[in-house]
């Protein structure tokens, strides 16, 4: 089957997503397997593939690398990242060397579209919702204004109503850009901001903007620091009440070979690590530091700056957000990974931002305009549309216009999708090569005398990580000891060591970075067993290590 080039024109729709993930796991059948993970509320599958090279070992047996996106039913750009990392893992196995290497001796699991039924609304019809369409904390709409495309455009934008309290006016430099009207103003022309819509029990004087109908975020649906909807918005009924965050907490829970992760979201065009609630120092040491290294790669390789969601990334600084995916997956699992916000427009205008929810926050006008002047330029002005008067049912004369969100803020334009896949395809790589990987060093048999024979195999970890993972990972006991297996053939039988038997985890290369020659050769370790048998026979070993992988060998006695 000849696979065609990978296509950044535009986002998949749930039914060429999968069609193409059907597609490249018949093109590939040694290399991926595609299964569900389950089925949402309205009946699609939660897709997740399984890609190594099954001629070298068993995805379980290898370790392993989380790869996931479109948790936000709108940030479909992460589903593309995650196909196109796909794509080329596949279709650059015995090309690239590094790929080869990497499905030779890791697994991959890419679940590129969480919010299955919500991405598919947001990339069928005008709506935008946080995550799922199941109505939720309320079940039917609340009074007050909600979004609509009542002029029929196919797009959901802003009305600017004309308002002698309006807090906003028409901006001299730029008549399409709304400012704010300074505190001490008056005597202009000013206008109430909404979003274009309806309004539900009108009373015909004041309205209210409704809550959203499909208030639900998966991305605060994890149990770390869970907190009910009073003090969580979106958080759903309990941790894990969802069918699509409860089918990764299955599938994690049996698959406990993973060190890492990437859960994409957008934007912002930021690397974000935990913790959300706390700050640095409530990480070990080692892992602040670990976490910090891996980071940085990611920004060399990324151009996106890595920080930590508590210190530069809280939307309230006085509040934090609890049930994160990222926070749950590190405290829980001890796995190092990260949230990607993807594509930040402003940036890509030349915009610098200190910090990037300050901005959103307020930003001086020239922010603005140059934000325009690239959208002019770069999206030949599709990005904007025009105000234009409106005869609106409820409300009289309103004019309609302004970003359209979709088109230029909430994911990247298809022409700058190539560079972004390709970047952050190389960070996931980088980042799953730094996992644990457990082998054979040497295996040595001796005779001792007459049918007596000394076995002795020592193994090491080829890894940057411990077999471990992290300090965290530790603490949580959230991995079990390698064990080791004596398989002995017919007529060999055991003197002196254990024929099962758990060994000591091994460090990587990692706690050598800030401290170049203390650690000796932690990294490896070996055992010796006596062995009574006919020359010739054989003695199997085998060390699983959940993070690092099983190493097998066998011995002759001779
Ligand atoms: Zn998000």
């Known amino acids: 089957m000849t696979i065609p080039a990978f296509d950044f024109s535009h986002y998949f729709p749930y039914q060429e997503l999968t069609d193409y993930l059907t597609q490249m796991a018949q093109a590939y059948p040694n290399l991926m397997q595609l299964k569900s993970l389950g089925t949402t509320d309205e009946g699609r599958e939660i897709w997740l593939a399984t890609v190594t090279d099954q001629t070298t070992g068993a995805a379980l047996e290898k370790p392993g690398y989380w790869i996931d996106a479109n948790t936000h039913a709108a940030e479909v750009t992460g589903s593309a990242v995650a196909c196109y990392i796909l794509y080329q893992v596949l279709t650059q196995y015995n090309q690239d060397a590094q790929i080869t290497h990497l499905l030779q001796n890791y697994t991959l699991y890419i679940l590129p579209r969480i919010a299955v039924d919500g991405a598919e609304k ?3 019809t005008p709506y935008n919702l946080r995550s799922s369409t199941r109505l939720y904390p309320e079940s039917e709409q609340q009074d007050g204004l909600y979004p609509e495309d009542i002029n029929g455009d196919g797009l959901i934008l802003n009305m600017r109503i004309k308002d002698s309290c309006g807090a906003w006016k028409i901006s001299e430099d730029d008549p399409r850009l709304m400012i704010h009207r300074q505190p001490d103003e008056f005597g202009g022309t000013y206008y109430t901001l ?52 409860r089918a990764e907490a299955e599938f994690w829970r049996k698959h406990r070979n993973i060190n890492g992760f990437m ?10 690590r935990p913790y959300s609630t706390h700050g640095d120092d409530h990480l070990p040491t080692e892992d602040l530091r670990i976490y910090q ?5 990611g920004s060399e390789l990324t151009k996106y700056k ?7 990334f809280r939307y309230d600084p006085k509040t934090v957000v609890y049930g994160a995916m990222d926070d749950y997956g590190y405290d829980h699992w001890g796995w190092f990974g990260f949230t990607v916000e993807l594509w930040d427009a402003a940036k890509e205008a030349g915009v610098e931002k200190q910090n990037n929810i300050e901005w959103g926050r307020e930003h001086p006008i020239e922010d603005d305009l140059k934000i325009l002047q690239w959208n002019d330029e770069y999206l030949e002005g599709k990005g904007f549309i025009p105000w234009q008067g409106f005869e609106h049912p409820q409300l009289g004369e309103v004019e309609i216009g302004g970003w359209d969100m979709k088109r230029m803020w909430k994911n990247a334009p298809a022409k700058a999708l190539p560079e972004i896949c390709d970047r952050h395809f190389k960070f996931a790589i980088a980042h799953a090569l730094m996992s644990p990987r457990l082998s054979v060093a040497r295996s040595e048999v001796s005779h001792e005398g007459a049918d007596i024979y000394r076995i002795t195999v020592q193994w090491e970890n080829l890894g940057f990580l411990p077999t471990y993972t992290s300090k965290k990972a530790l603490e949580r006991q959230a991995v079990r000891p390698t064990r080791v297996k004596l398989a002995l053939s017919e007529g060999v039988t055991l003197i002196s060591g254990e024929q099962e038997q758990e060994i000591d985890p091994l460090e990587g290369r990692s706690n050598k970075w800030f401290n170049a020659s203390a650690n000796g050769t932690d990294y490896r370790t070996h055992r010796s067993w006596v062995v009574k048998g006919k020359a010739g026979s054989e003695v199997r070993v085998e060390a699983s290590a959940e993070r690092a992988g099983t190493a097998r060998t066998s011995v002759i006695l001779s």
Do not use: M
């Open 293 to 297: 290294l891996i980071g940085k790669k």
């Open 122 to 124: 947001y990339l069928q």
């Open 263 to 272: 859960t994409y979201h957008t934007f912002g065009a930021l690397i974000l």
């Open 306 to 312: 890595c920080v930590s969601v508590y210190h530069d």
């Open 194 to 245: 909404v979003p274009e819509g309806l309004i539900h029990n009108y009373n015909g004087y004041e309205f209210k903007i409704s809550p959203a109908l499909e208030g639900l975020d998966f991305n605060r649906n994890y149990p770390y620091y869970w907190q009910p909807e009073g003090e969580q918005k979106g958080a759903g009924d309990f941790p894990f009440s969802e069918p699509e965050t």
